[in-house]
């Protein structure tokens, strides 16, 4: 039919959209710019690709249709299969020559741990030699682990599971704030209480789960986003919600009771409990839309201290990287900015997922933490909605009238705004042993979407 | 001896609650103070405790979680006194309201704005190498797309169209200057009233000269849909012709549609032809080339297909007698224009008799600065030059009115036109309904000492009349 717009959306001159407010016709003007430099060609050859929107409406759709829920929780060498001298880390792949302070500090740590070596420093020269150790990206095992992300084979963690496929992902279990080991700390204080999580907190846990009715992770993500948590540097509802579902189930388990209380004040008293039930969550979901030919869409969001990098439904498992960055934001104590350690952590699957930075816009009080306004959370939302590919209809912001969450990073819109992905991060000291030393706000180099999408382009080009 | 003053300053506040983030920023706002070394504002919790200490403060036994510690540590103790007033006054500034833009704002991409207003039309006038990514916004939400901008790639436009048509959205272009769609005018679109034609055009001014020419003969048109110049190619294969030609067929207020084009290639019109017979609206096709009637004779056609009468095209003022020189310089805005203007001359007096025939909308004319239909400088400049030219005989112009287009066309060129004592003929292209006012501009032109036609071709045929040509 010809019947007559009712509005106009324009993008280029101006004079052309004052042409149709003339006729008083509404026109929605676009703040065009050009894209990053030298993505020209390929945003082309990936916009004429036929796979490419359908592609991204399924990694989209298979991506929201994930229900995690926590099922067990059991240690990493039952889970895994993880041996003695097999270390998981966050981010992309890394050696140990290029490994940061604080990665290289929860290694050492986690090698004590595990009874390698009885003092962590001693655990230099074997990383060092690199007999009888390796190290693989949590990500290659179905897990996330937030800052350092060390994951070895006596560490509890917890099992999220797609209900509807079986699919499963793990993490490991949160140690609290301060001088742990996950910001690269491994003193005395350190390992005794990954101990004691290895002795009892896990253990507790593990009856609690499995005594309980499994527990919704992502249905308690859309209550949380209700009360004031962004899931990744607020996670204080979260952790509450947990605490409800499983105390009863702990209290009945018939273990020590000077055990369960403690537990109970440990949870109770580590605000960031559940961002290691949120970032496999998300993980979890993303990972149902991995492996979808033509599909733009970020799956993931990792740093290991020394690199960034994403991996894209269209591009398999490659990872492309680039130097992490420093966040902006406040120190603790007389710490300061030549303190803090580039970017670390597998945590950034949570805006990967659509919350953390991305609903900042519901938990205004990160904002502060570079020195921000309300307004700022709000637009800081709005302006990820730009790069995404849809809406969470479970996840709702309710300060902006309800709108989803703005989930699906697109690789090809990053390049065309230049609007980098905006992460809520903590700051891990740059010295190995030193531990958290601030929190902040950061983003990914931006050279690698141009990157991701040089090769979605050339798998493009492939296939025509 | 008097202990000296101490540089340490410890207190707790009972009661007082601020969220940690505040804190940090309060304390990082302290740090930075006049006379202050270290400075923590904190609740008293454990970790807080912990890090307190190991920056050298006591913090006393009976402090709870519950109670906000205050520790600095001053270079010098008269500092305390602004240093306390320098916490107060950052624990104030941060729990202040902040009137910061809350204005929501605009989309950075054509996606991001088609969300915003799901019934939009697309119009994408972005550099030729941004186009196709913006028009595949469109084309992904299912809206209508106009592609006004030039040099994209005959490939992309090729992929736009396919993946358009499996949307069932239609494409205007690229380097689609015109459209009306149910009255809208988008890009260089002249005012017309509604009525029984439907226009589908590979040409933007040779869609703006069938609009003026059926408005004077008082029949409306209910759209007109444009679809690029290269729609009819052998690469293209009329993909938004034929997409343009199902809406308006569709409309019940079509009675007739016009396809206007250049020739399309031989393969393309068997196919092109066979689609509109099968059409229940009767299609009249206008295809401009060397030996095929130029834009007045397909008007004519259509009006008698329409029954109406064809009307006397209006001529006002009248130009100069000629003064020496043999050539004729035609100066124009409008490409479709200016190809007529060089086909009805070269019939008239050959191909290669010395006259320029000059399109100053061409990509060599465009490059980095705008079109002139909206930036006439370039012209003026020609037209100056083309003046002083002993060897020029008479100027032939065009002027295009309508949306868009320059608010005052005349303002500029009138004068420029008086200074010039030569016979100068101007098609003044646009409807009375147009905001420039087609009577007034051409009153200007007139009175300036042009001879003034609504048809290019009539003004076009005059020129070669003063040149003393054959016709």
Known sequence: ?464 | MNTPPSLTHVELRAGAYADSVTLLQVSRTVQGLDGVLAAQVAMATALNIEVLTEMGFEVPAEATTNDMVVAIRLAEPDALASALAGVDQALRDATRRVDGPTEVAPPRTTSSALRRTPDAVALVSVPGANALVEAMDAVDAGRDVMVFSDNVPVEQEVALKRAAAERGVLVMGPDCGTAVVGGLGLGFANVVAPGPVGIVAASGTGCQQLLALLDHAGVGVSSALGVGGRDLSSEVRGASTREAMRRLDEDPAVDLIVVISKPPAADVATEIEAYAASLATPVEFALLGAGRPDLTAAAESVLRRLGRDVPAWPVEGTAAAPSGGTALRGLFVGGTLQSEAKLIAADALGADAGHTFIDFGDDAYTAGRAHPMIDPSLRLEHLARAAADPETAVVLLDVVLGHGAEADPTALLAPAIAAVDKPVVVAVVGTEGDPQGRARQVRTLAEAGAEVYLSNAGATRRAIELLGGTK
């Not at chain 1, 070895?152 to 490991?172: K, Q």
């Not at chain 1, 390049?415 to 958290?436: D, H, K, S, W, Y």
């Open chain 1, 1 to 464: 039919m010809t019947t007559t717009p009712t509005a106009v959306a324009n993008v280029g001159a101006d004079l052309l959209a004052d042409a149709v407010a003339d006729q008083a016709t509404p026109v929605t003007r676009v703040d065009w710019r050009p894209p990053m430099t030298g993505t020209e060609a390929d945003l082309a050859t990936v916009a004429a690709d036929p796979l490419r929107r359908t592609a991204n409406e399924r990694a989209l759709a298979a991506m929201l249709g994930v229900t995690a829920t926590l099922v067990d929780v059991a240690p990493a060498s039952e889970l895994l299969g993880l041996e003695a001298g097999q270390f998981l880390h966050a981010g992309p792949p890394i050696t140990w020559d290029r490994m940061s302070g604080p990665l290289k500090g929860a290694l050492m740590g986690g090698a004590a741990l595990e009874g390698l070596v009885a003092d962590p420093e001693d655990a230099v020269a074997i990383f060092e030699s690199g007999a009888n150790v390796s190290f693989e990206p949590c990500h290659h095992r179905s897990a996330v682990g937030p800052m350092a992300g060390v994951v070895t084979p006596s560490m509890w963690m917890f099992v999220l599971e797609d209900a509807t496929t079986g699919r499963r992902t793990y993490c490991s279990l949160n140690e609290g704030l301060g001088k742990v080991l996950r910001y690269g700390a491994y003193s005395s204080e350190v390992l005794t209480r990954l101990r004691w999580m290895r002795d009892v907190l896990g253990p507790l846990l593990q009856k609690a789960v499995r005594g309980s009715e499994p527990v919704d992770v992502t249905g308690i993500l859309t209550q949380m986003l209700q009360m004031g948590d962004e899931a990744h540097n607020r996670n204080r509802a979260g952790t509450l919600m947990l605490l409800r579902d499983l105390s009863p189930a702990m209290v009945t388990s018939g273990m020590d009771s000077a055990d369960v209380a403690e537990t109970l004040r440990f949870i109770g008293g580590n605000d960031h409990f559940f961002l290691n039930l949120a970032m496999p969550a998300c993980k979890l979901a993303l990972d149902a839309a991995r492996g979808i030919e033509g599909s733009t869409m970020v799956v993931a969001m990792a740093r290991n201290g020394t690199d960034f990098g994403i991996q894209v439904a269209g591009t398999g498992d490659e990872w492309f990287t680039g130097p992490a960055q420093l966040a902006d934001g406040l120190f603790l104590g007389n710490y300061g900015p030549d303190d803090a350690n580039p970017d670390i952590g597998d945590s950034a699957i949570t805006e990967s997922a659509g919350i953390g930075g991305f609903a900042m816009a519901t938990a205004p009080a990160i904002v502060r933490l570079v020195g921000g306004s309300v307004p700022d959370a709000l637009a800081t939302t709005r302006r990820m909605h730009e790069i995404t590919l849809g809406e969470n209809p479970r996840w709702s912001v309710p300060v902006l009238e309800f709108q989803g969450t703005p989930t699906g990073i697109d690789v090809s819109m990053v390049c065309r705004t230049g609007i980098l992905p905006q992460i809520n991060t903590g700051m891990a000291g740059r010295v190995a042993g030193v531990g958290q030393v601030g929190a902040g706000l950061v983003t990914p180099p931006a050279e690698i979407f141009p990157k991701a999408l040089a090769r979605l382009a050339e798998l493009t080009r492939a296939r025509a």
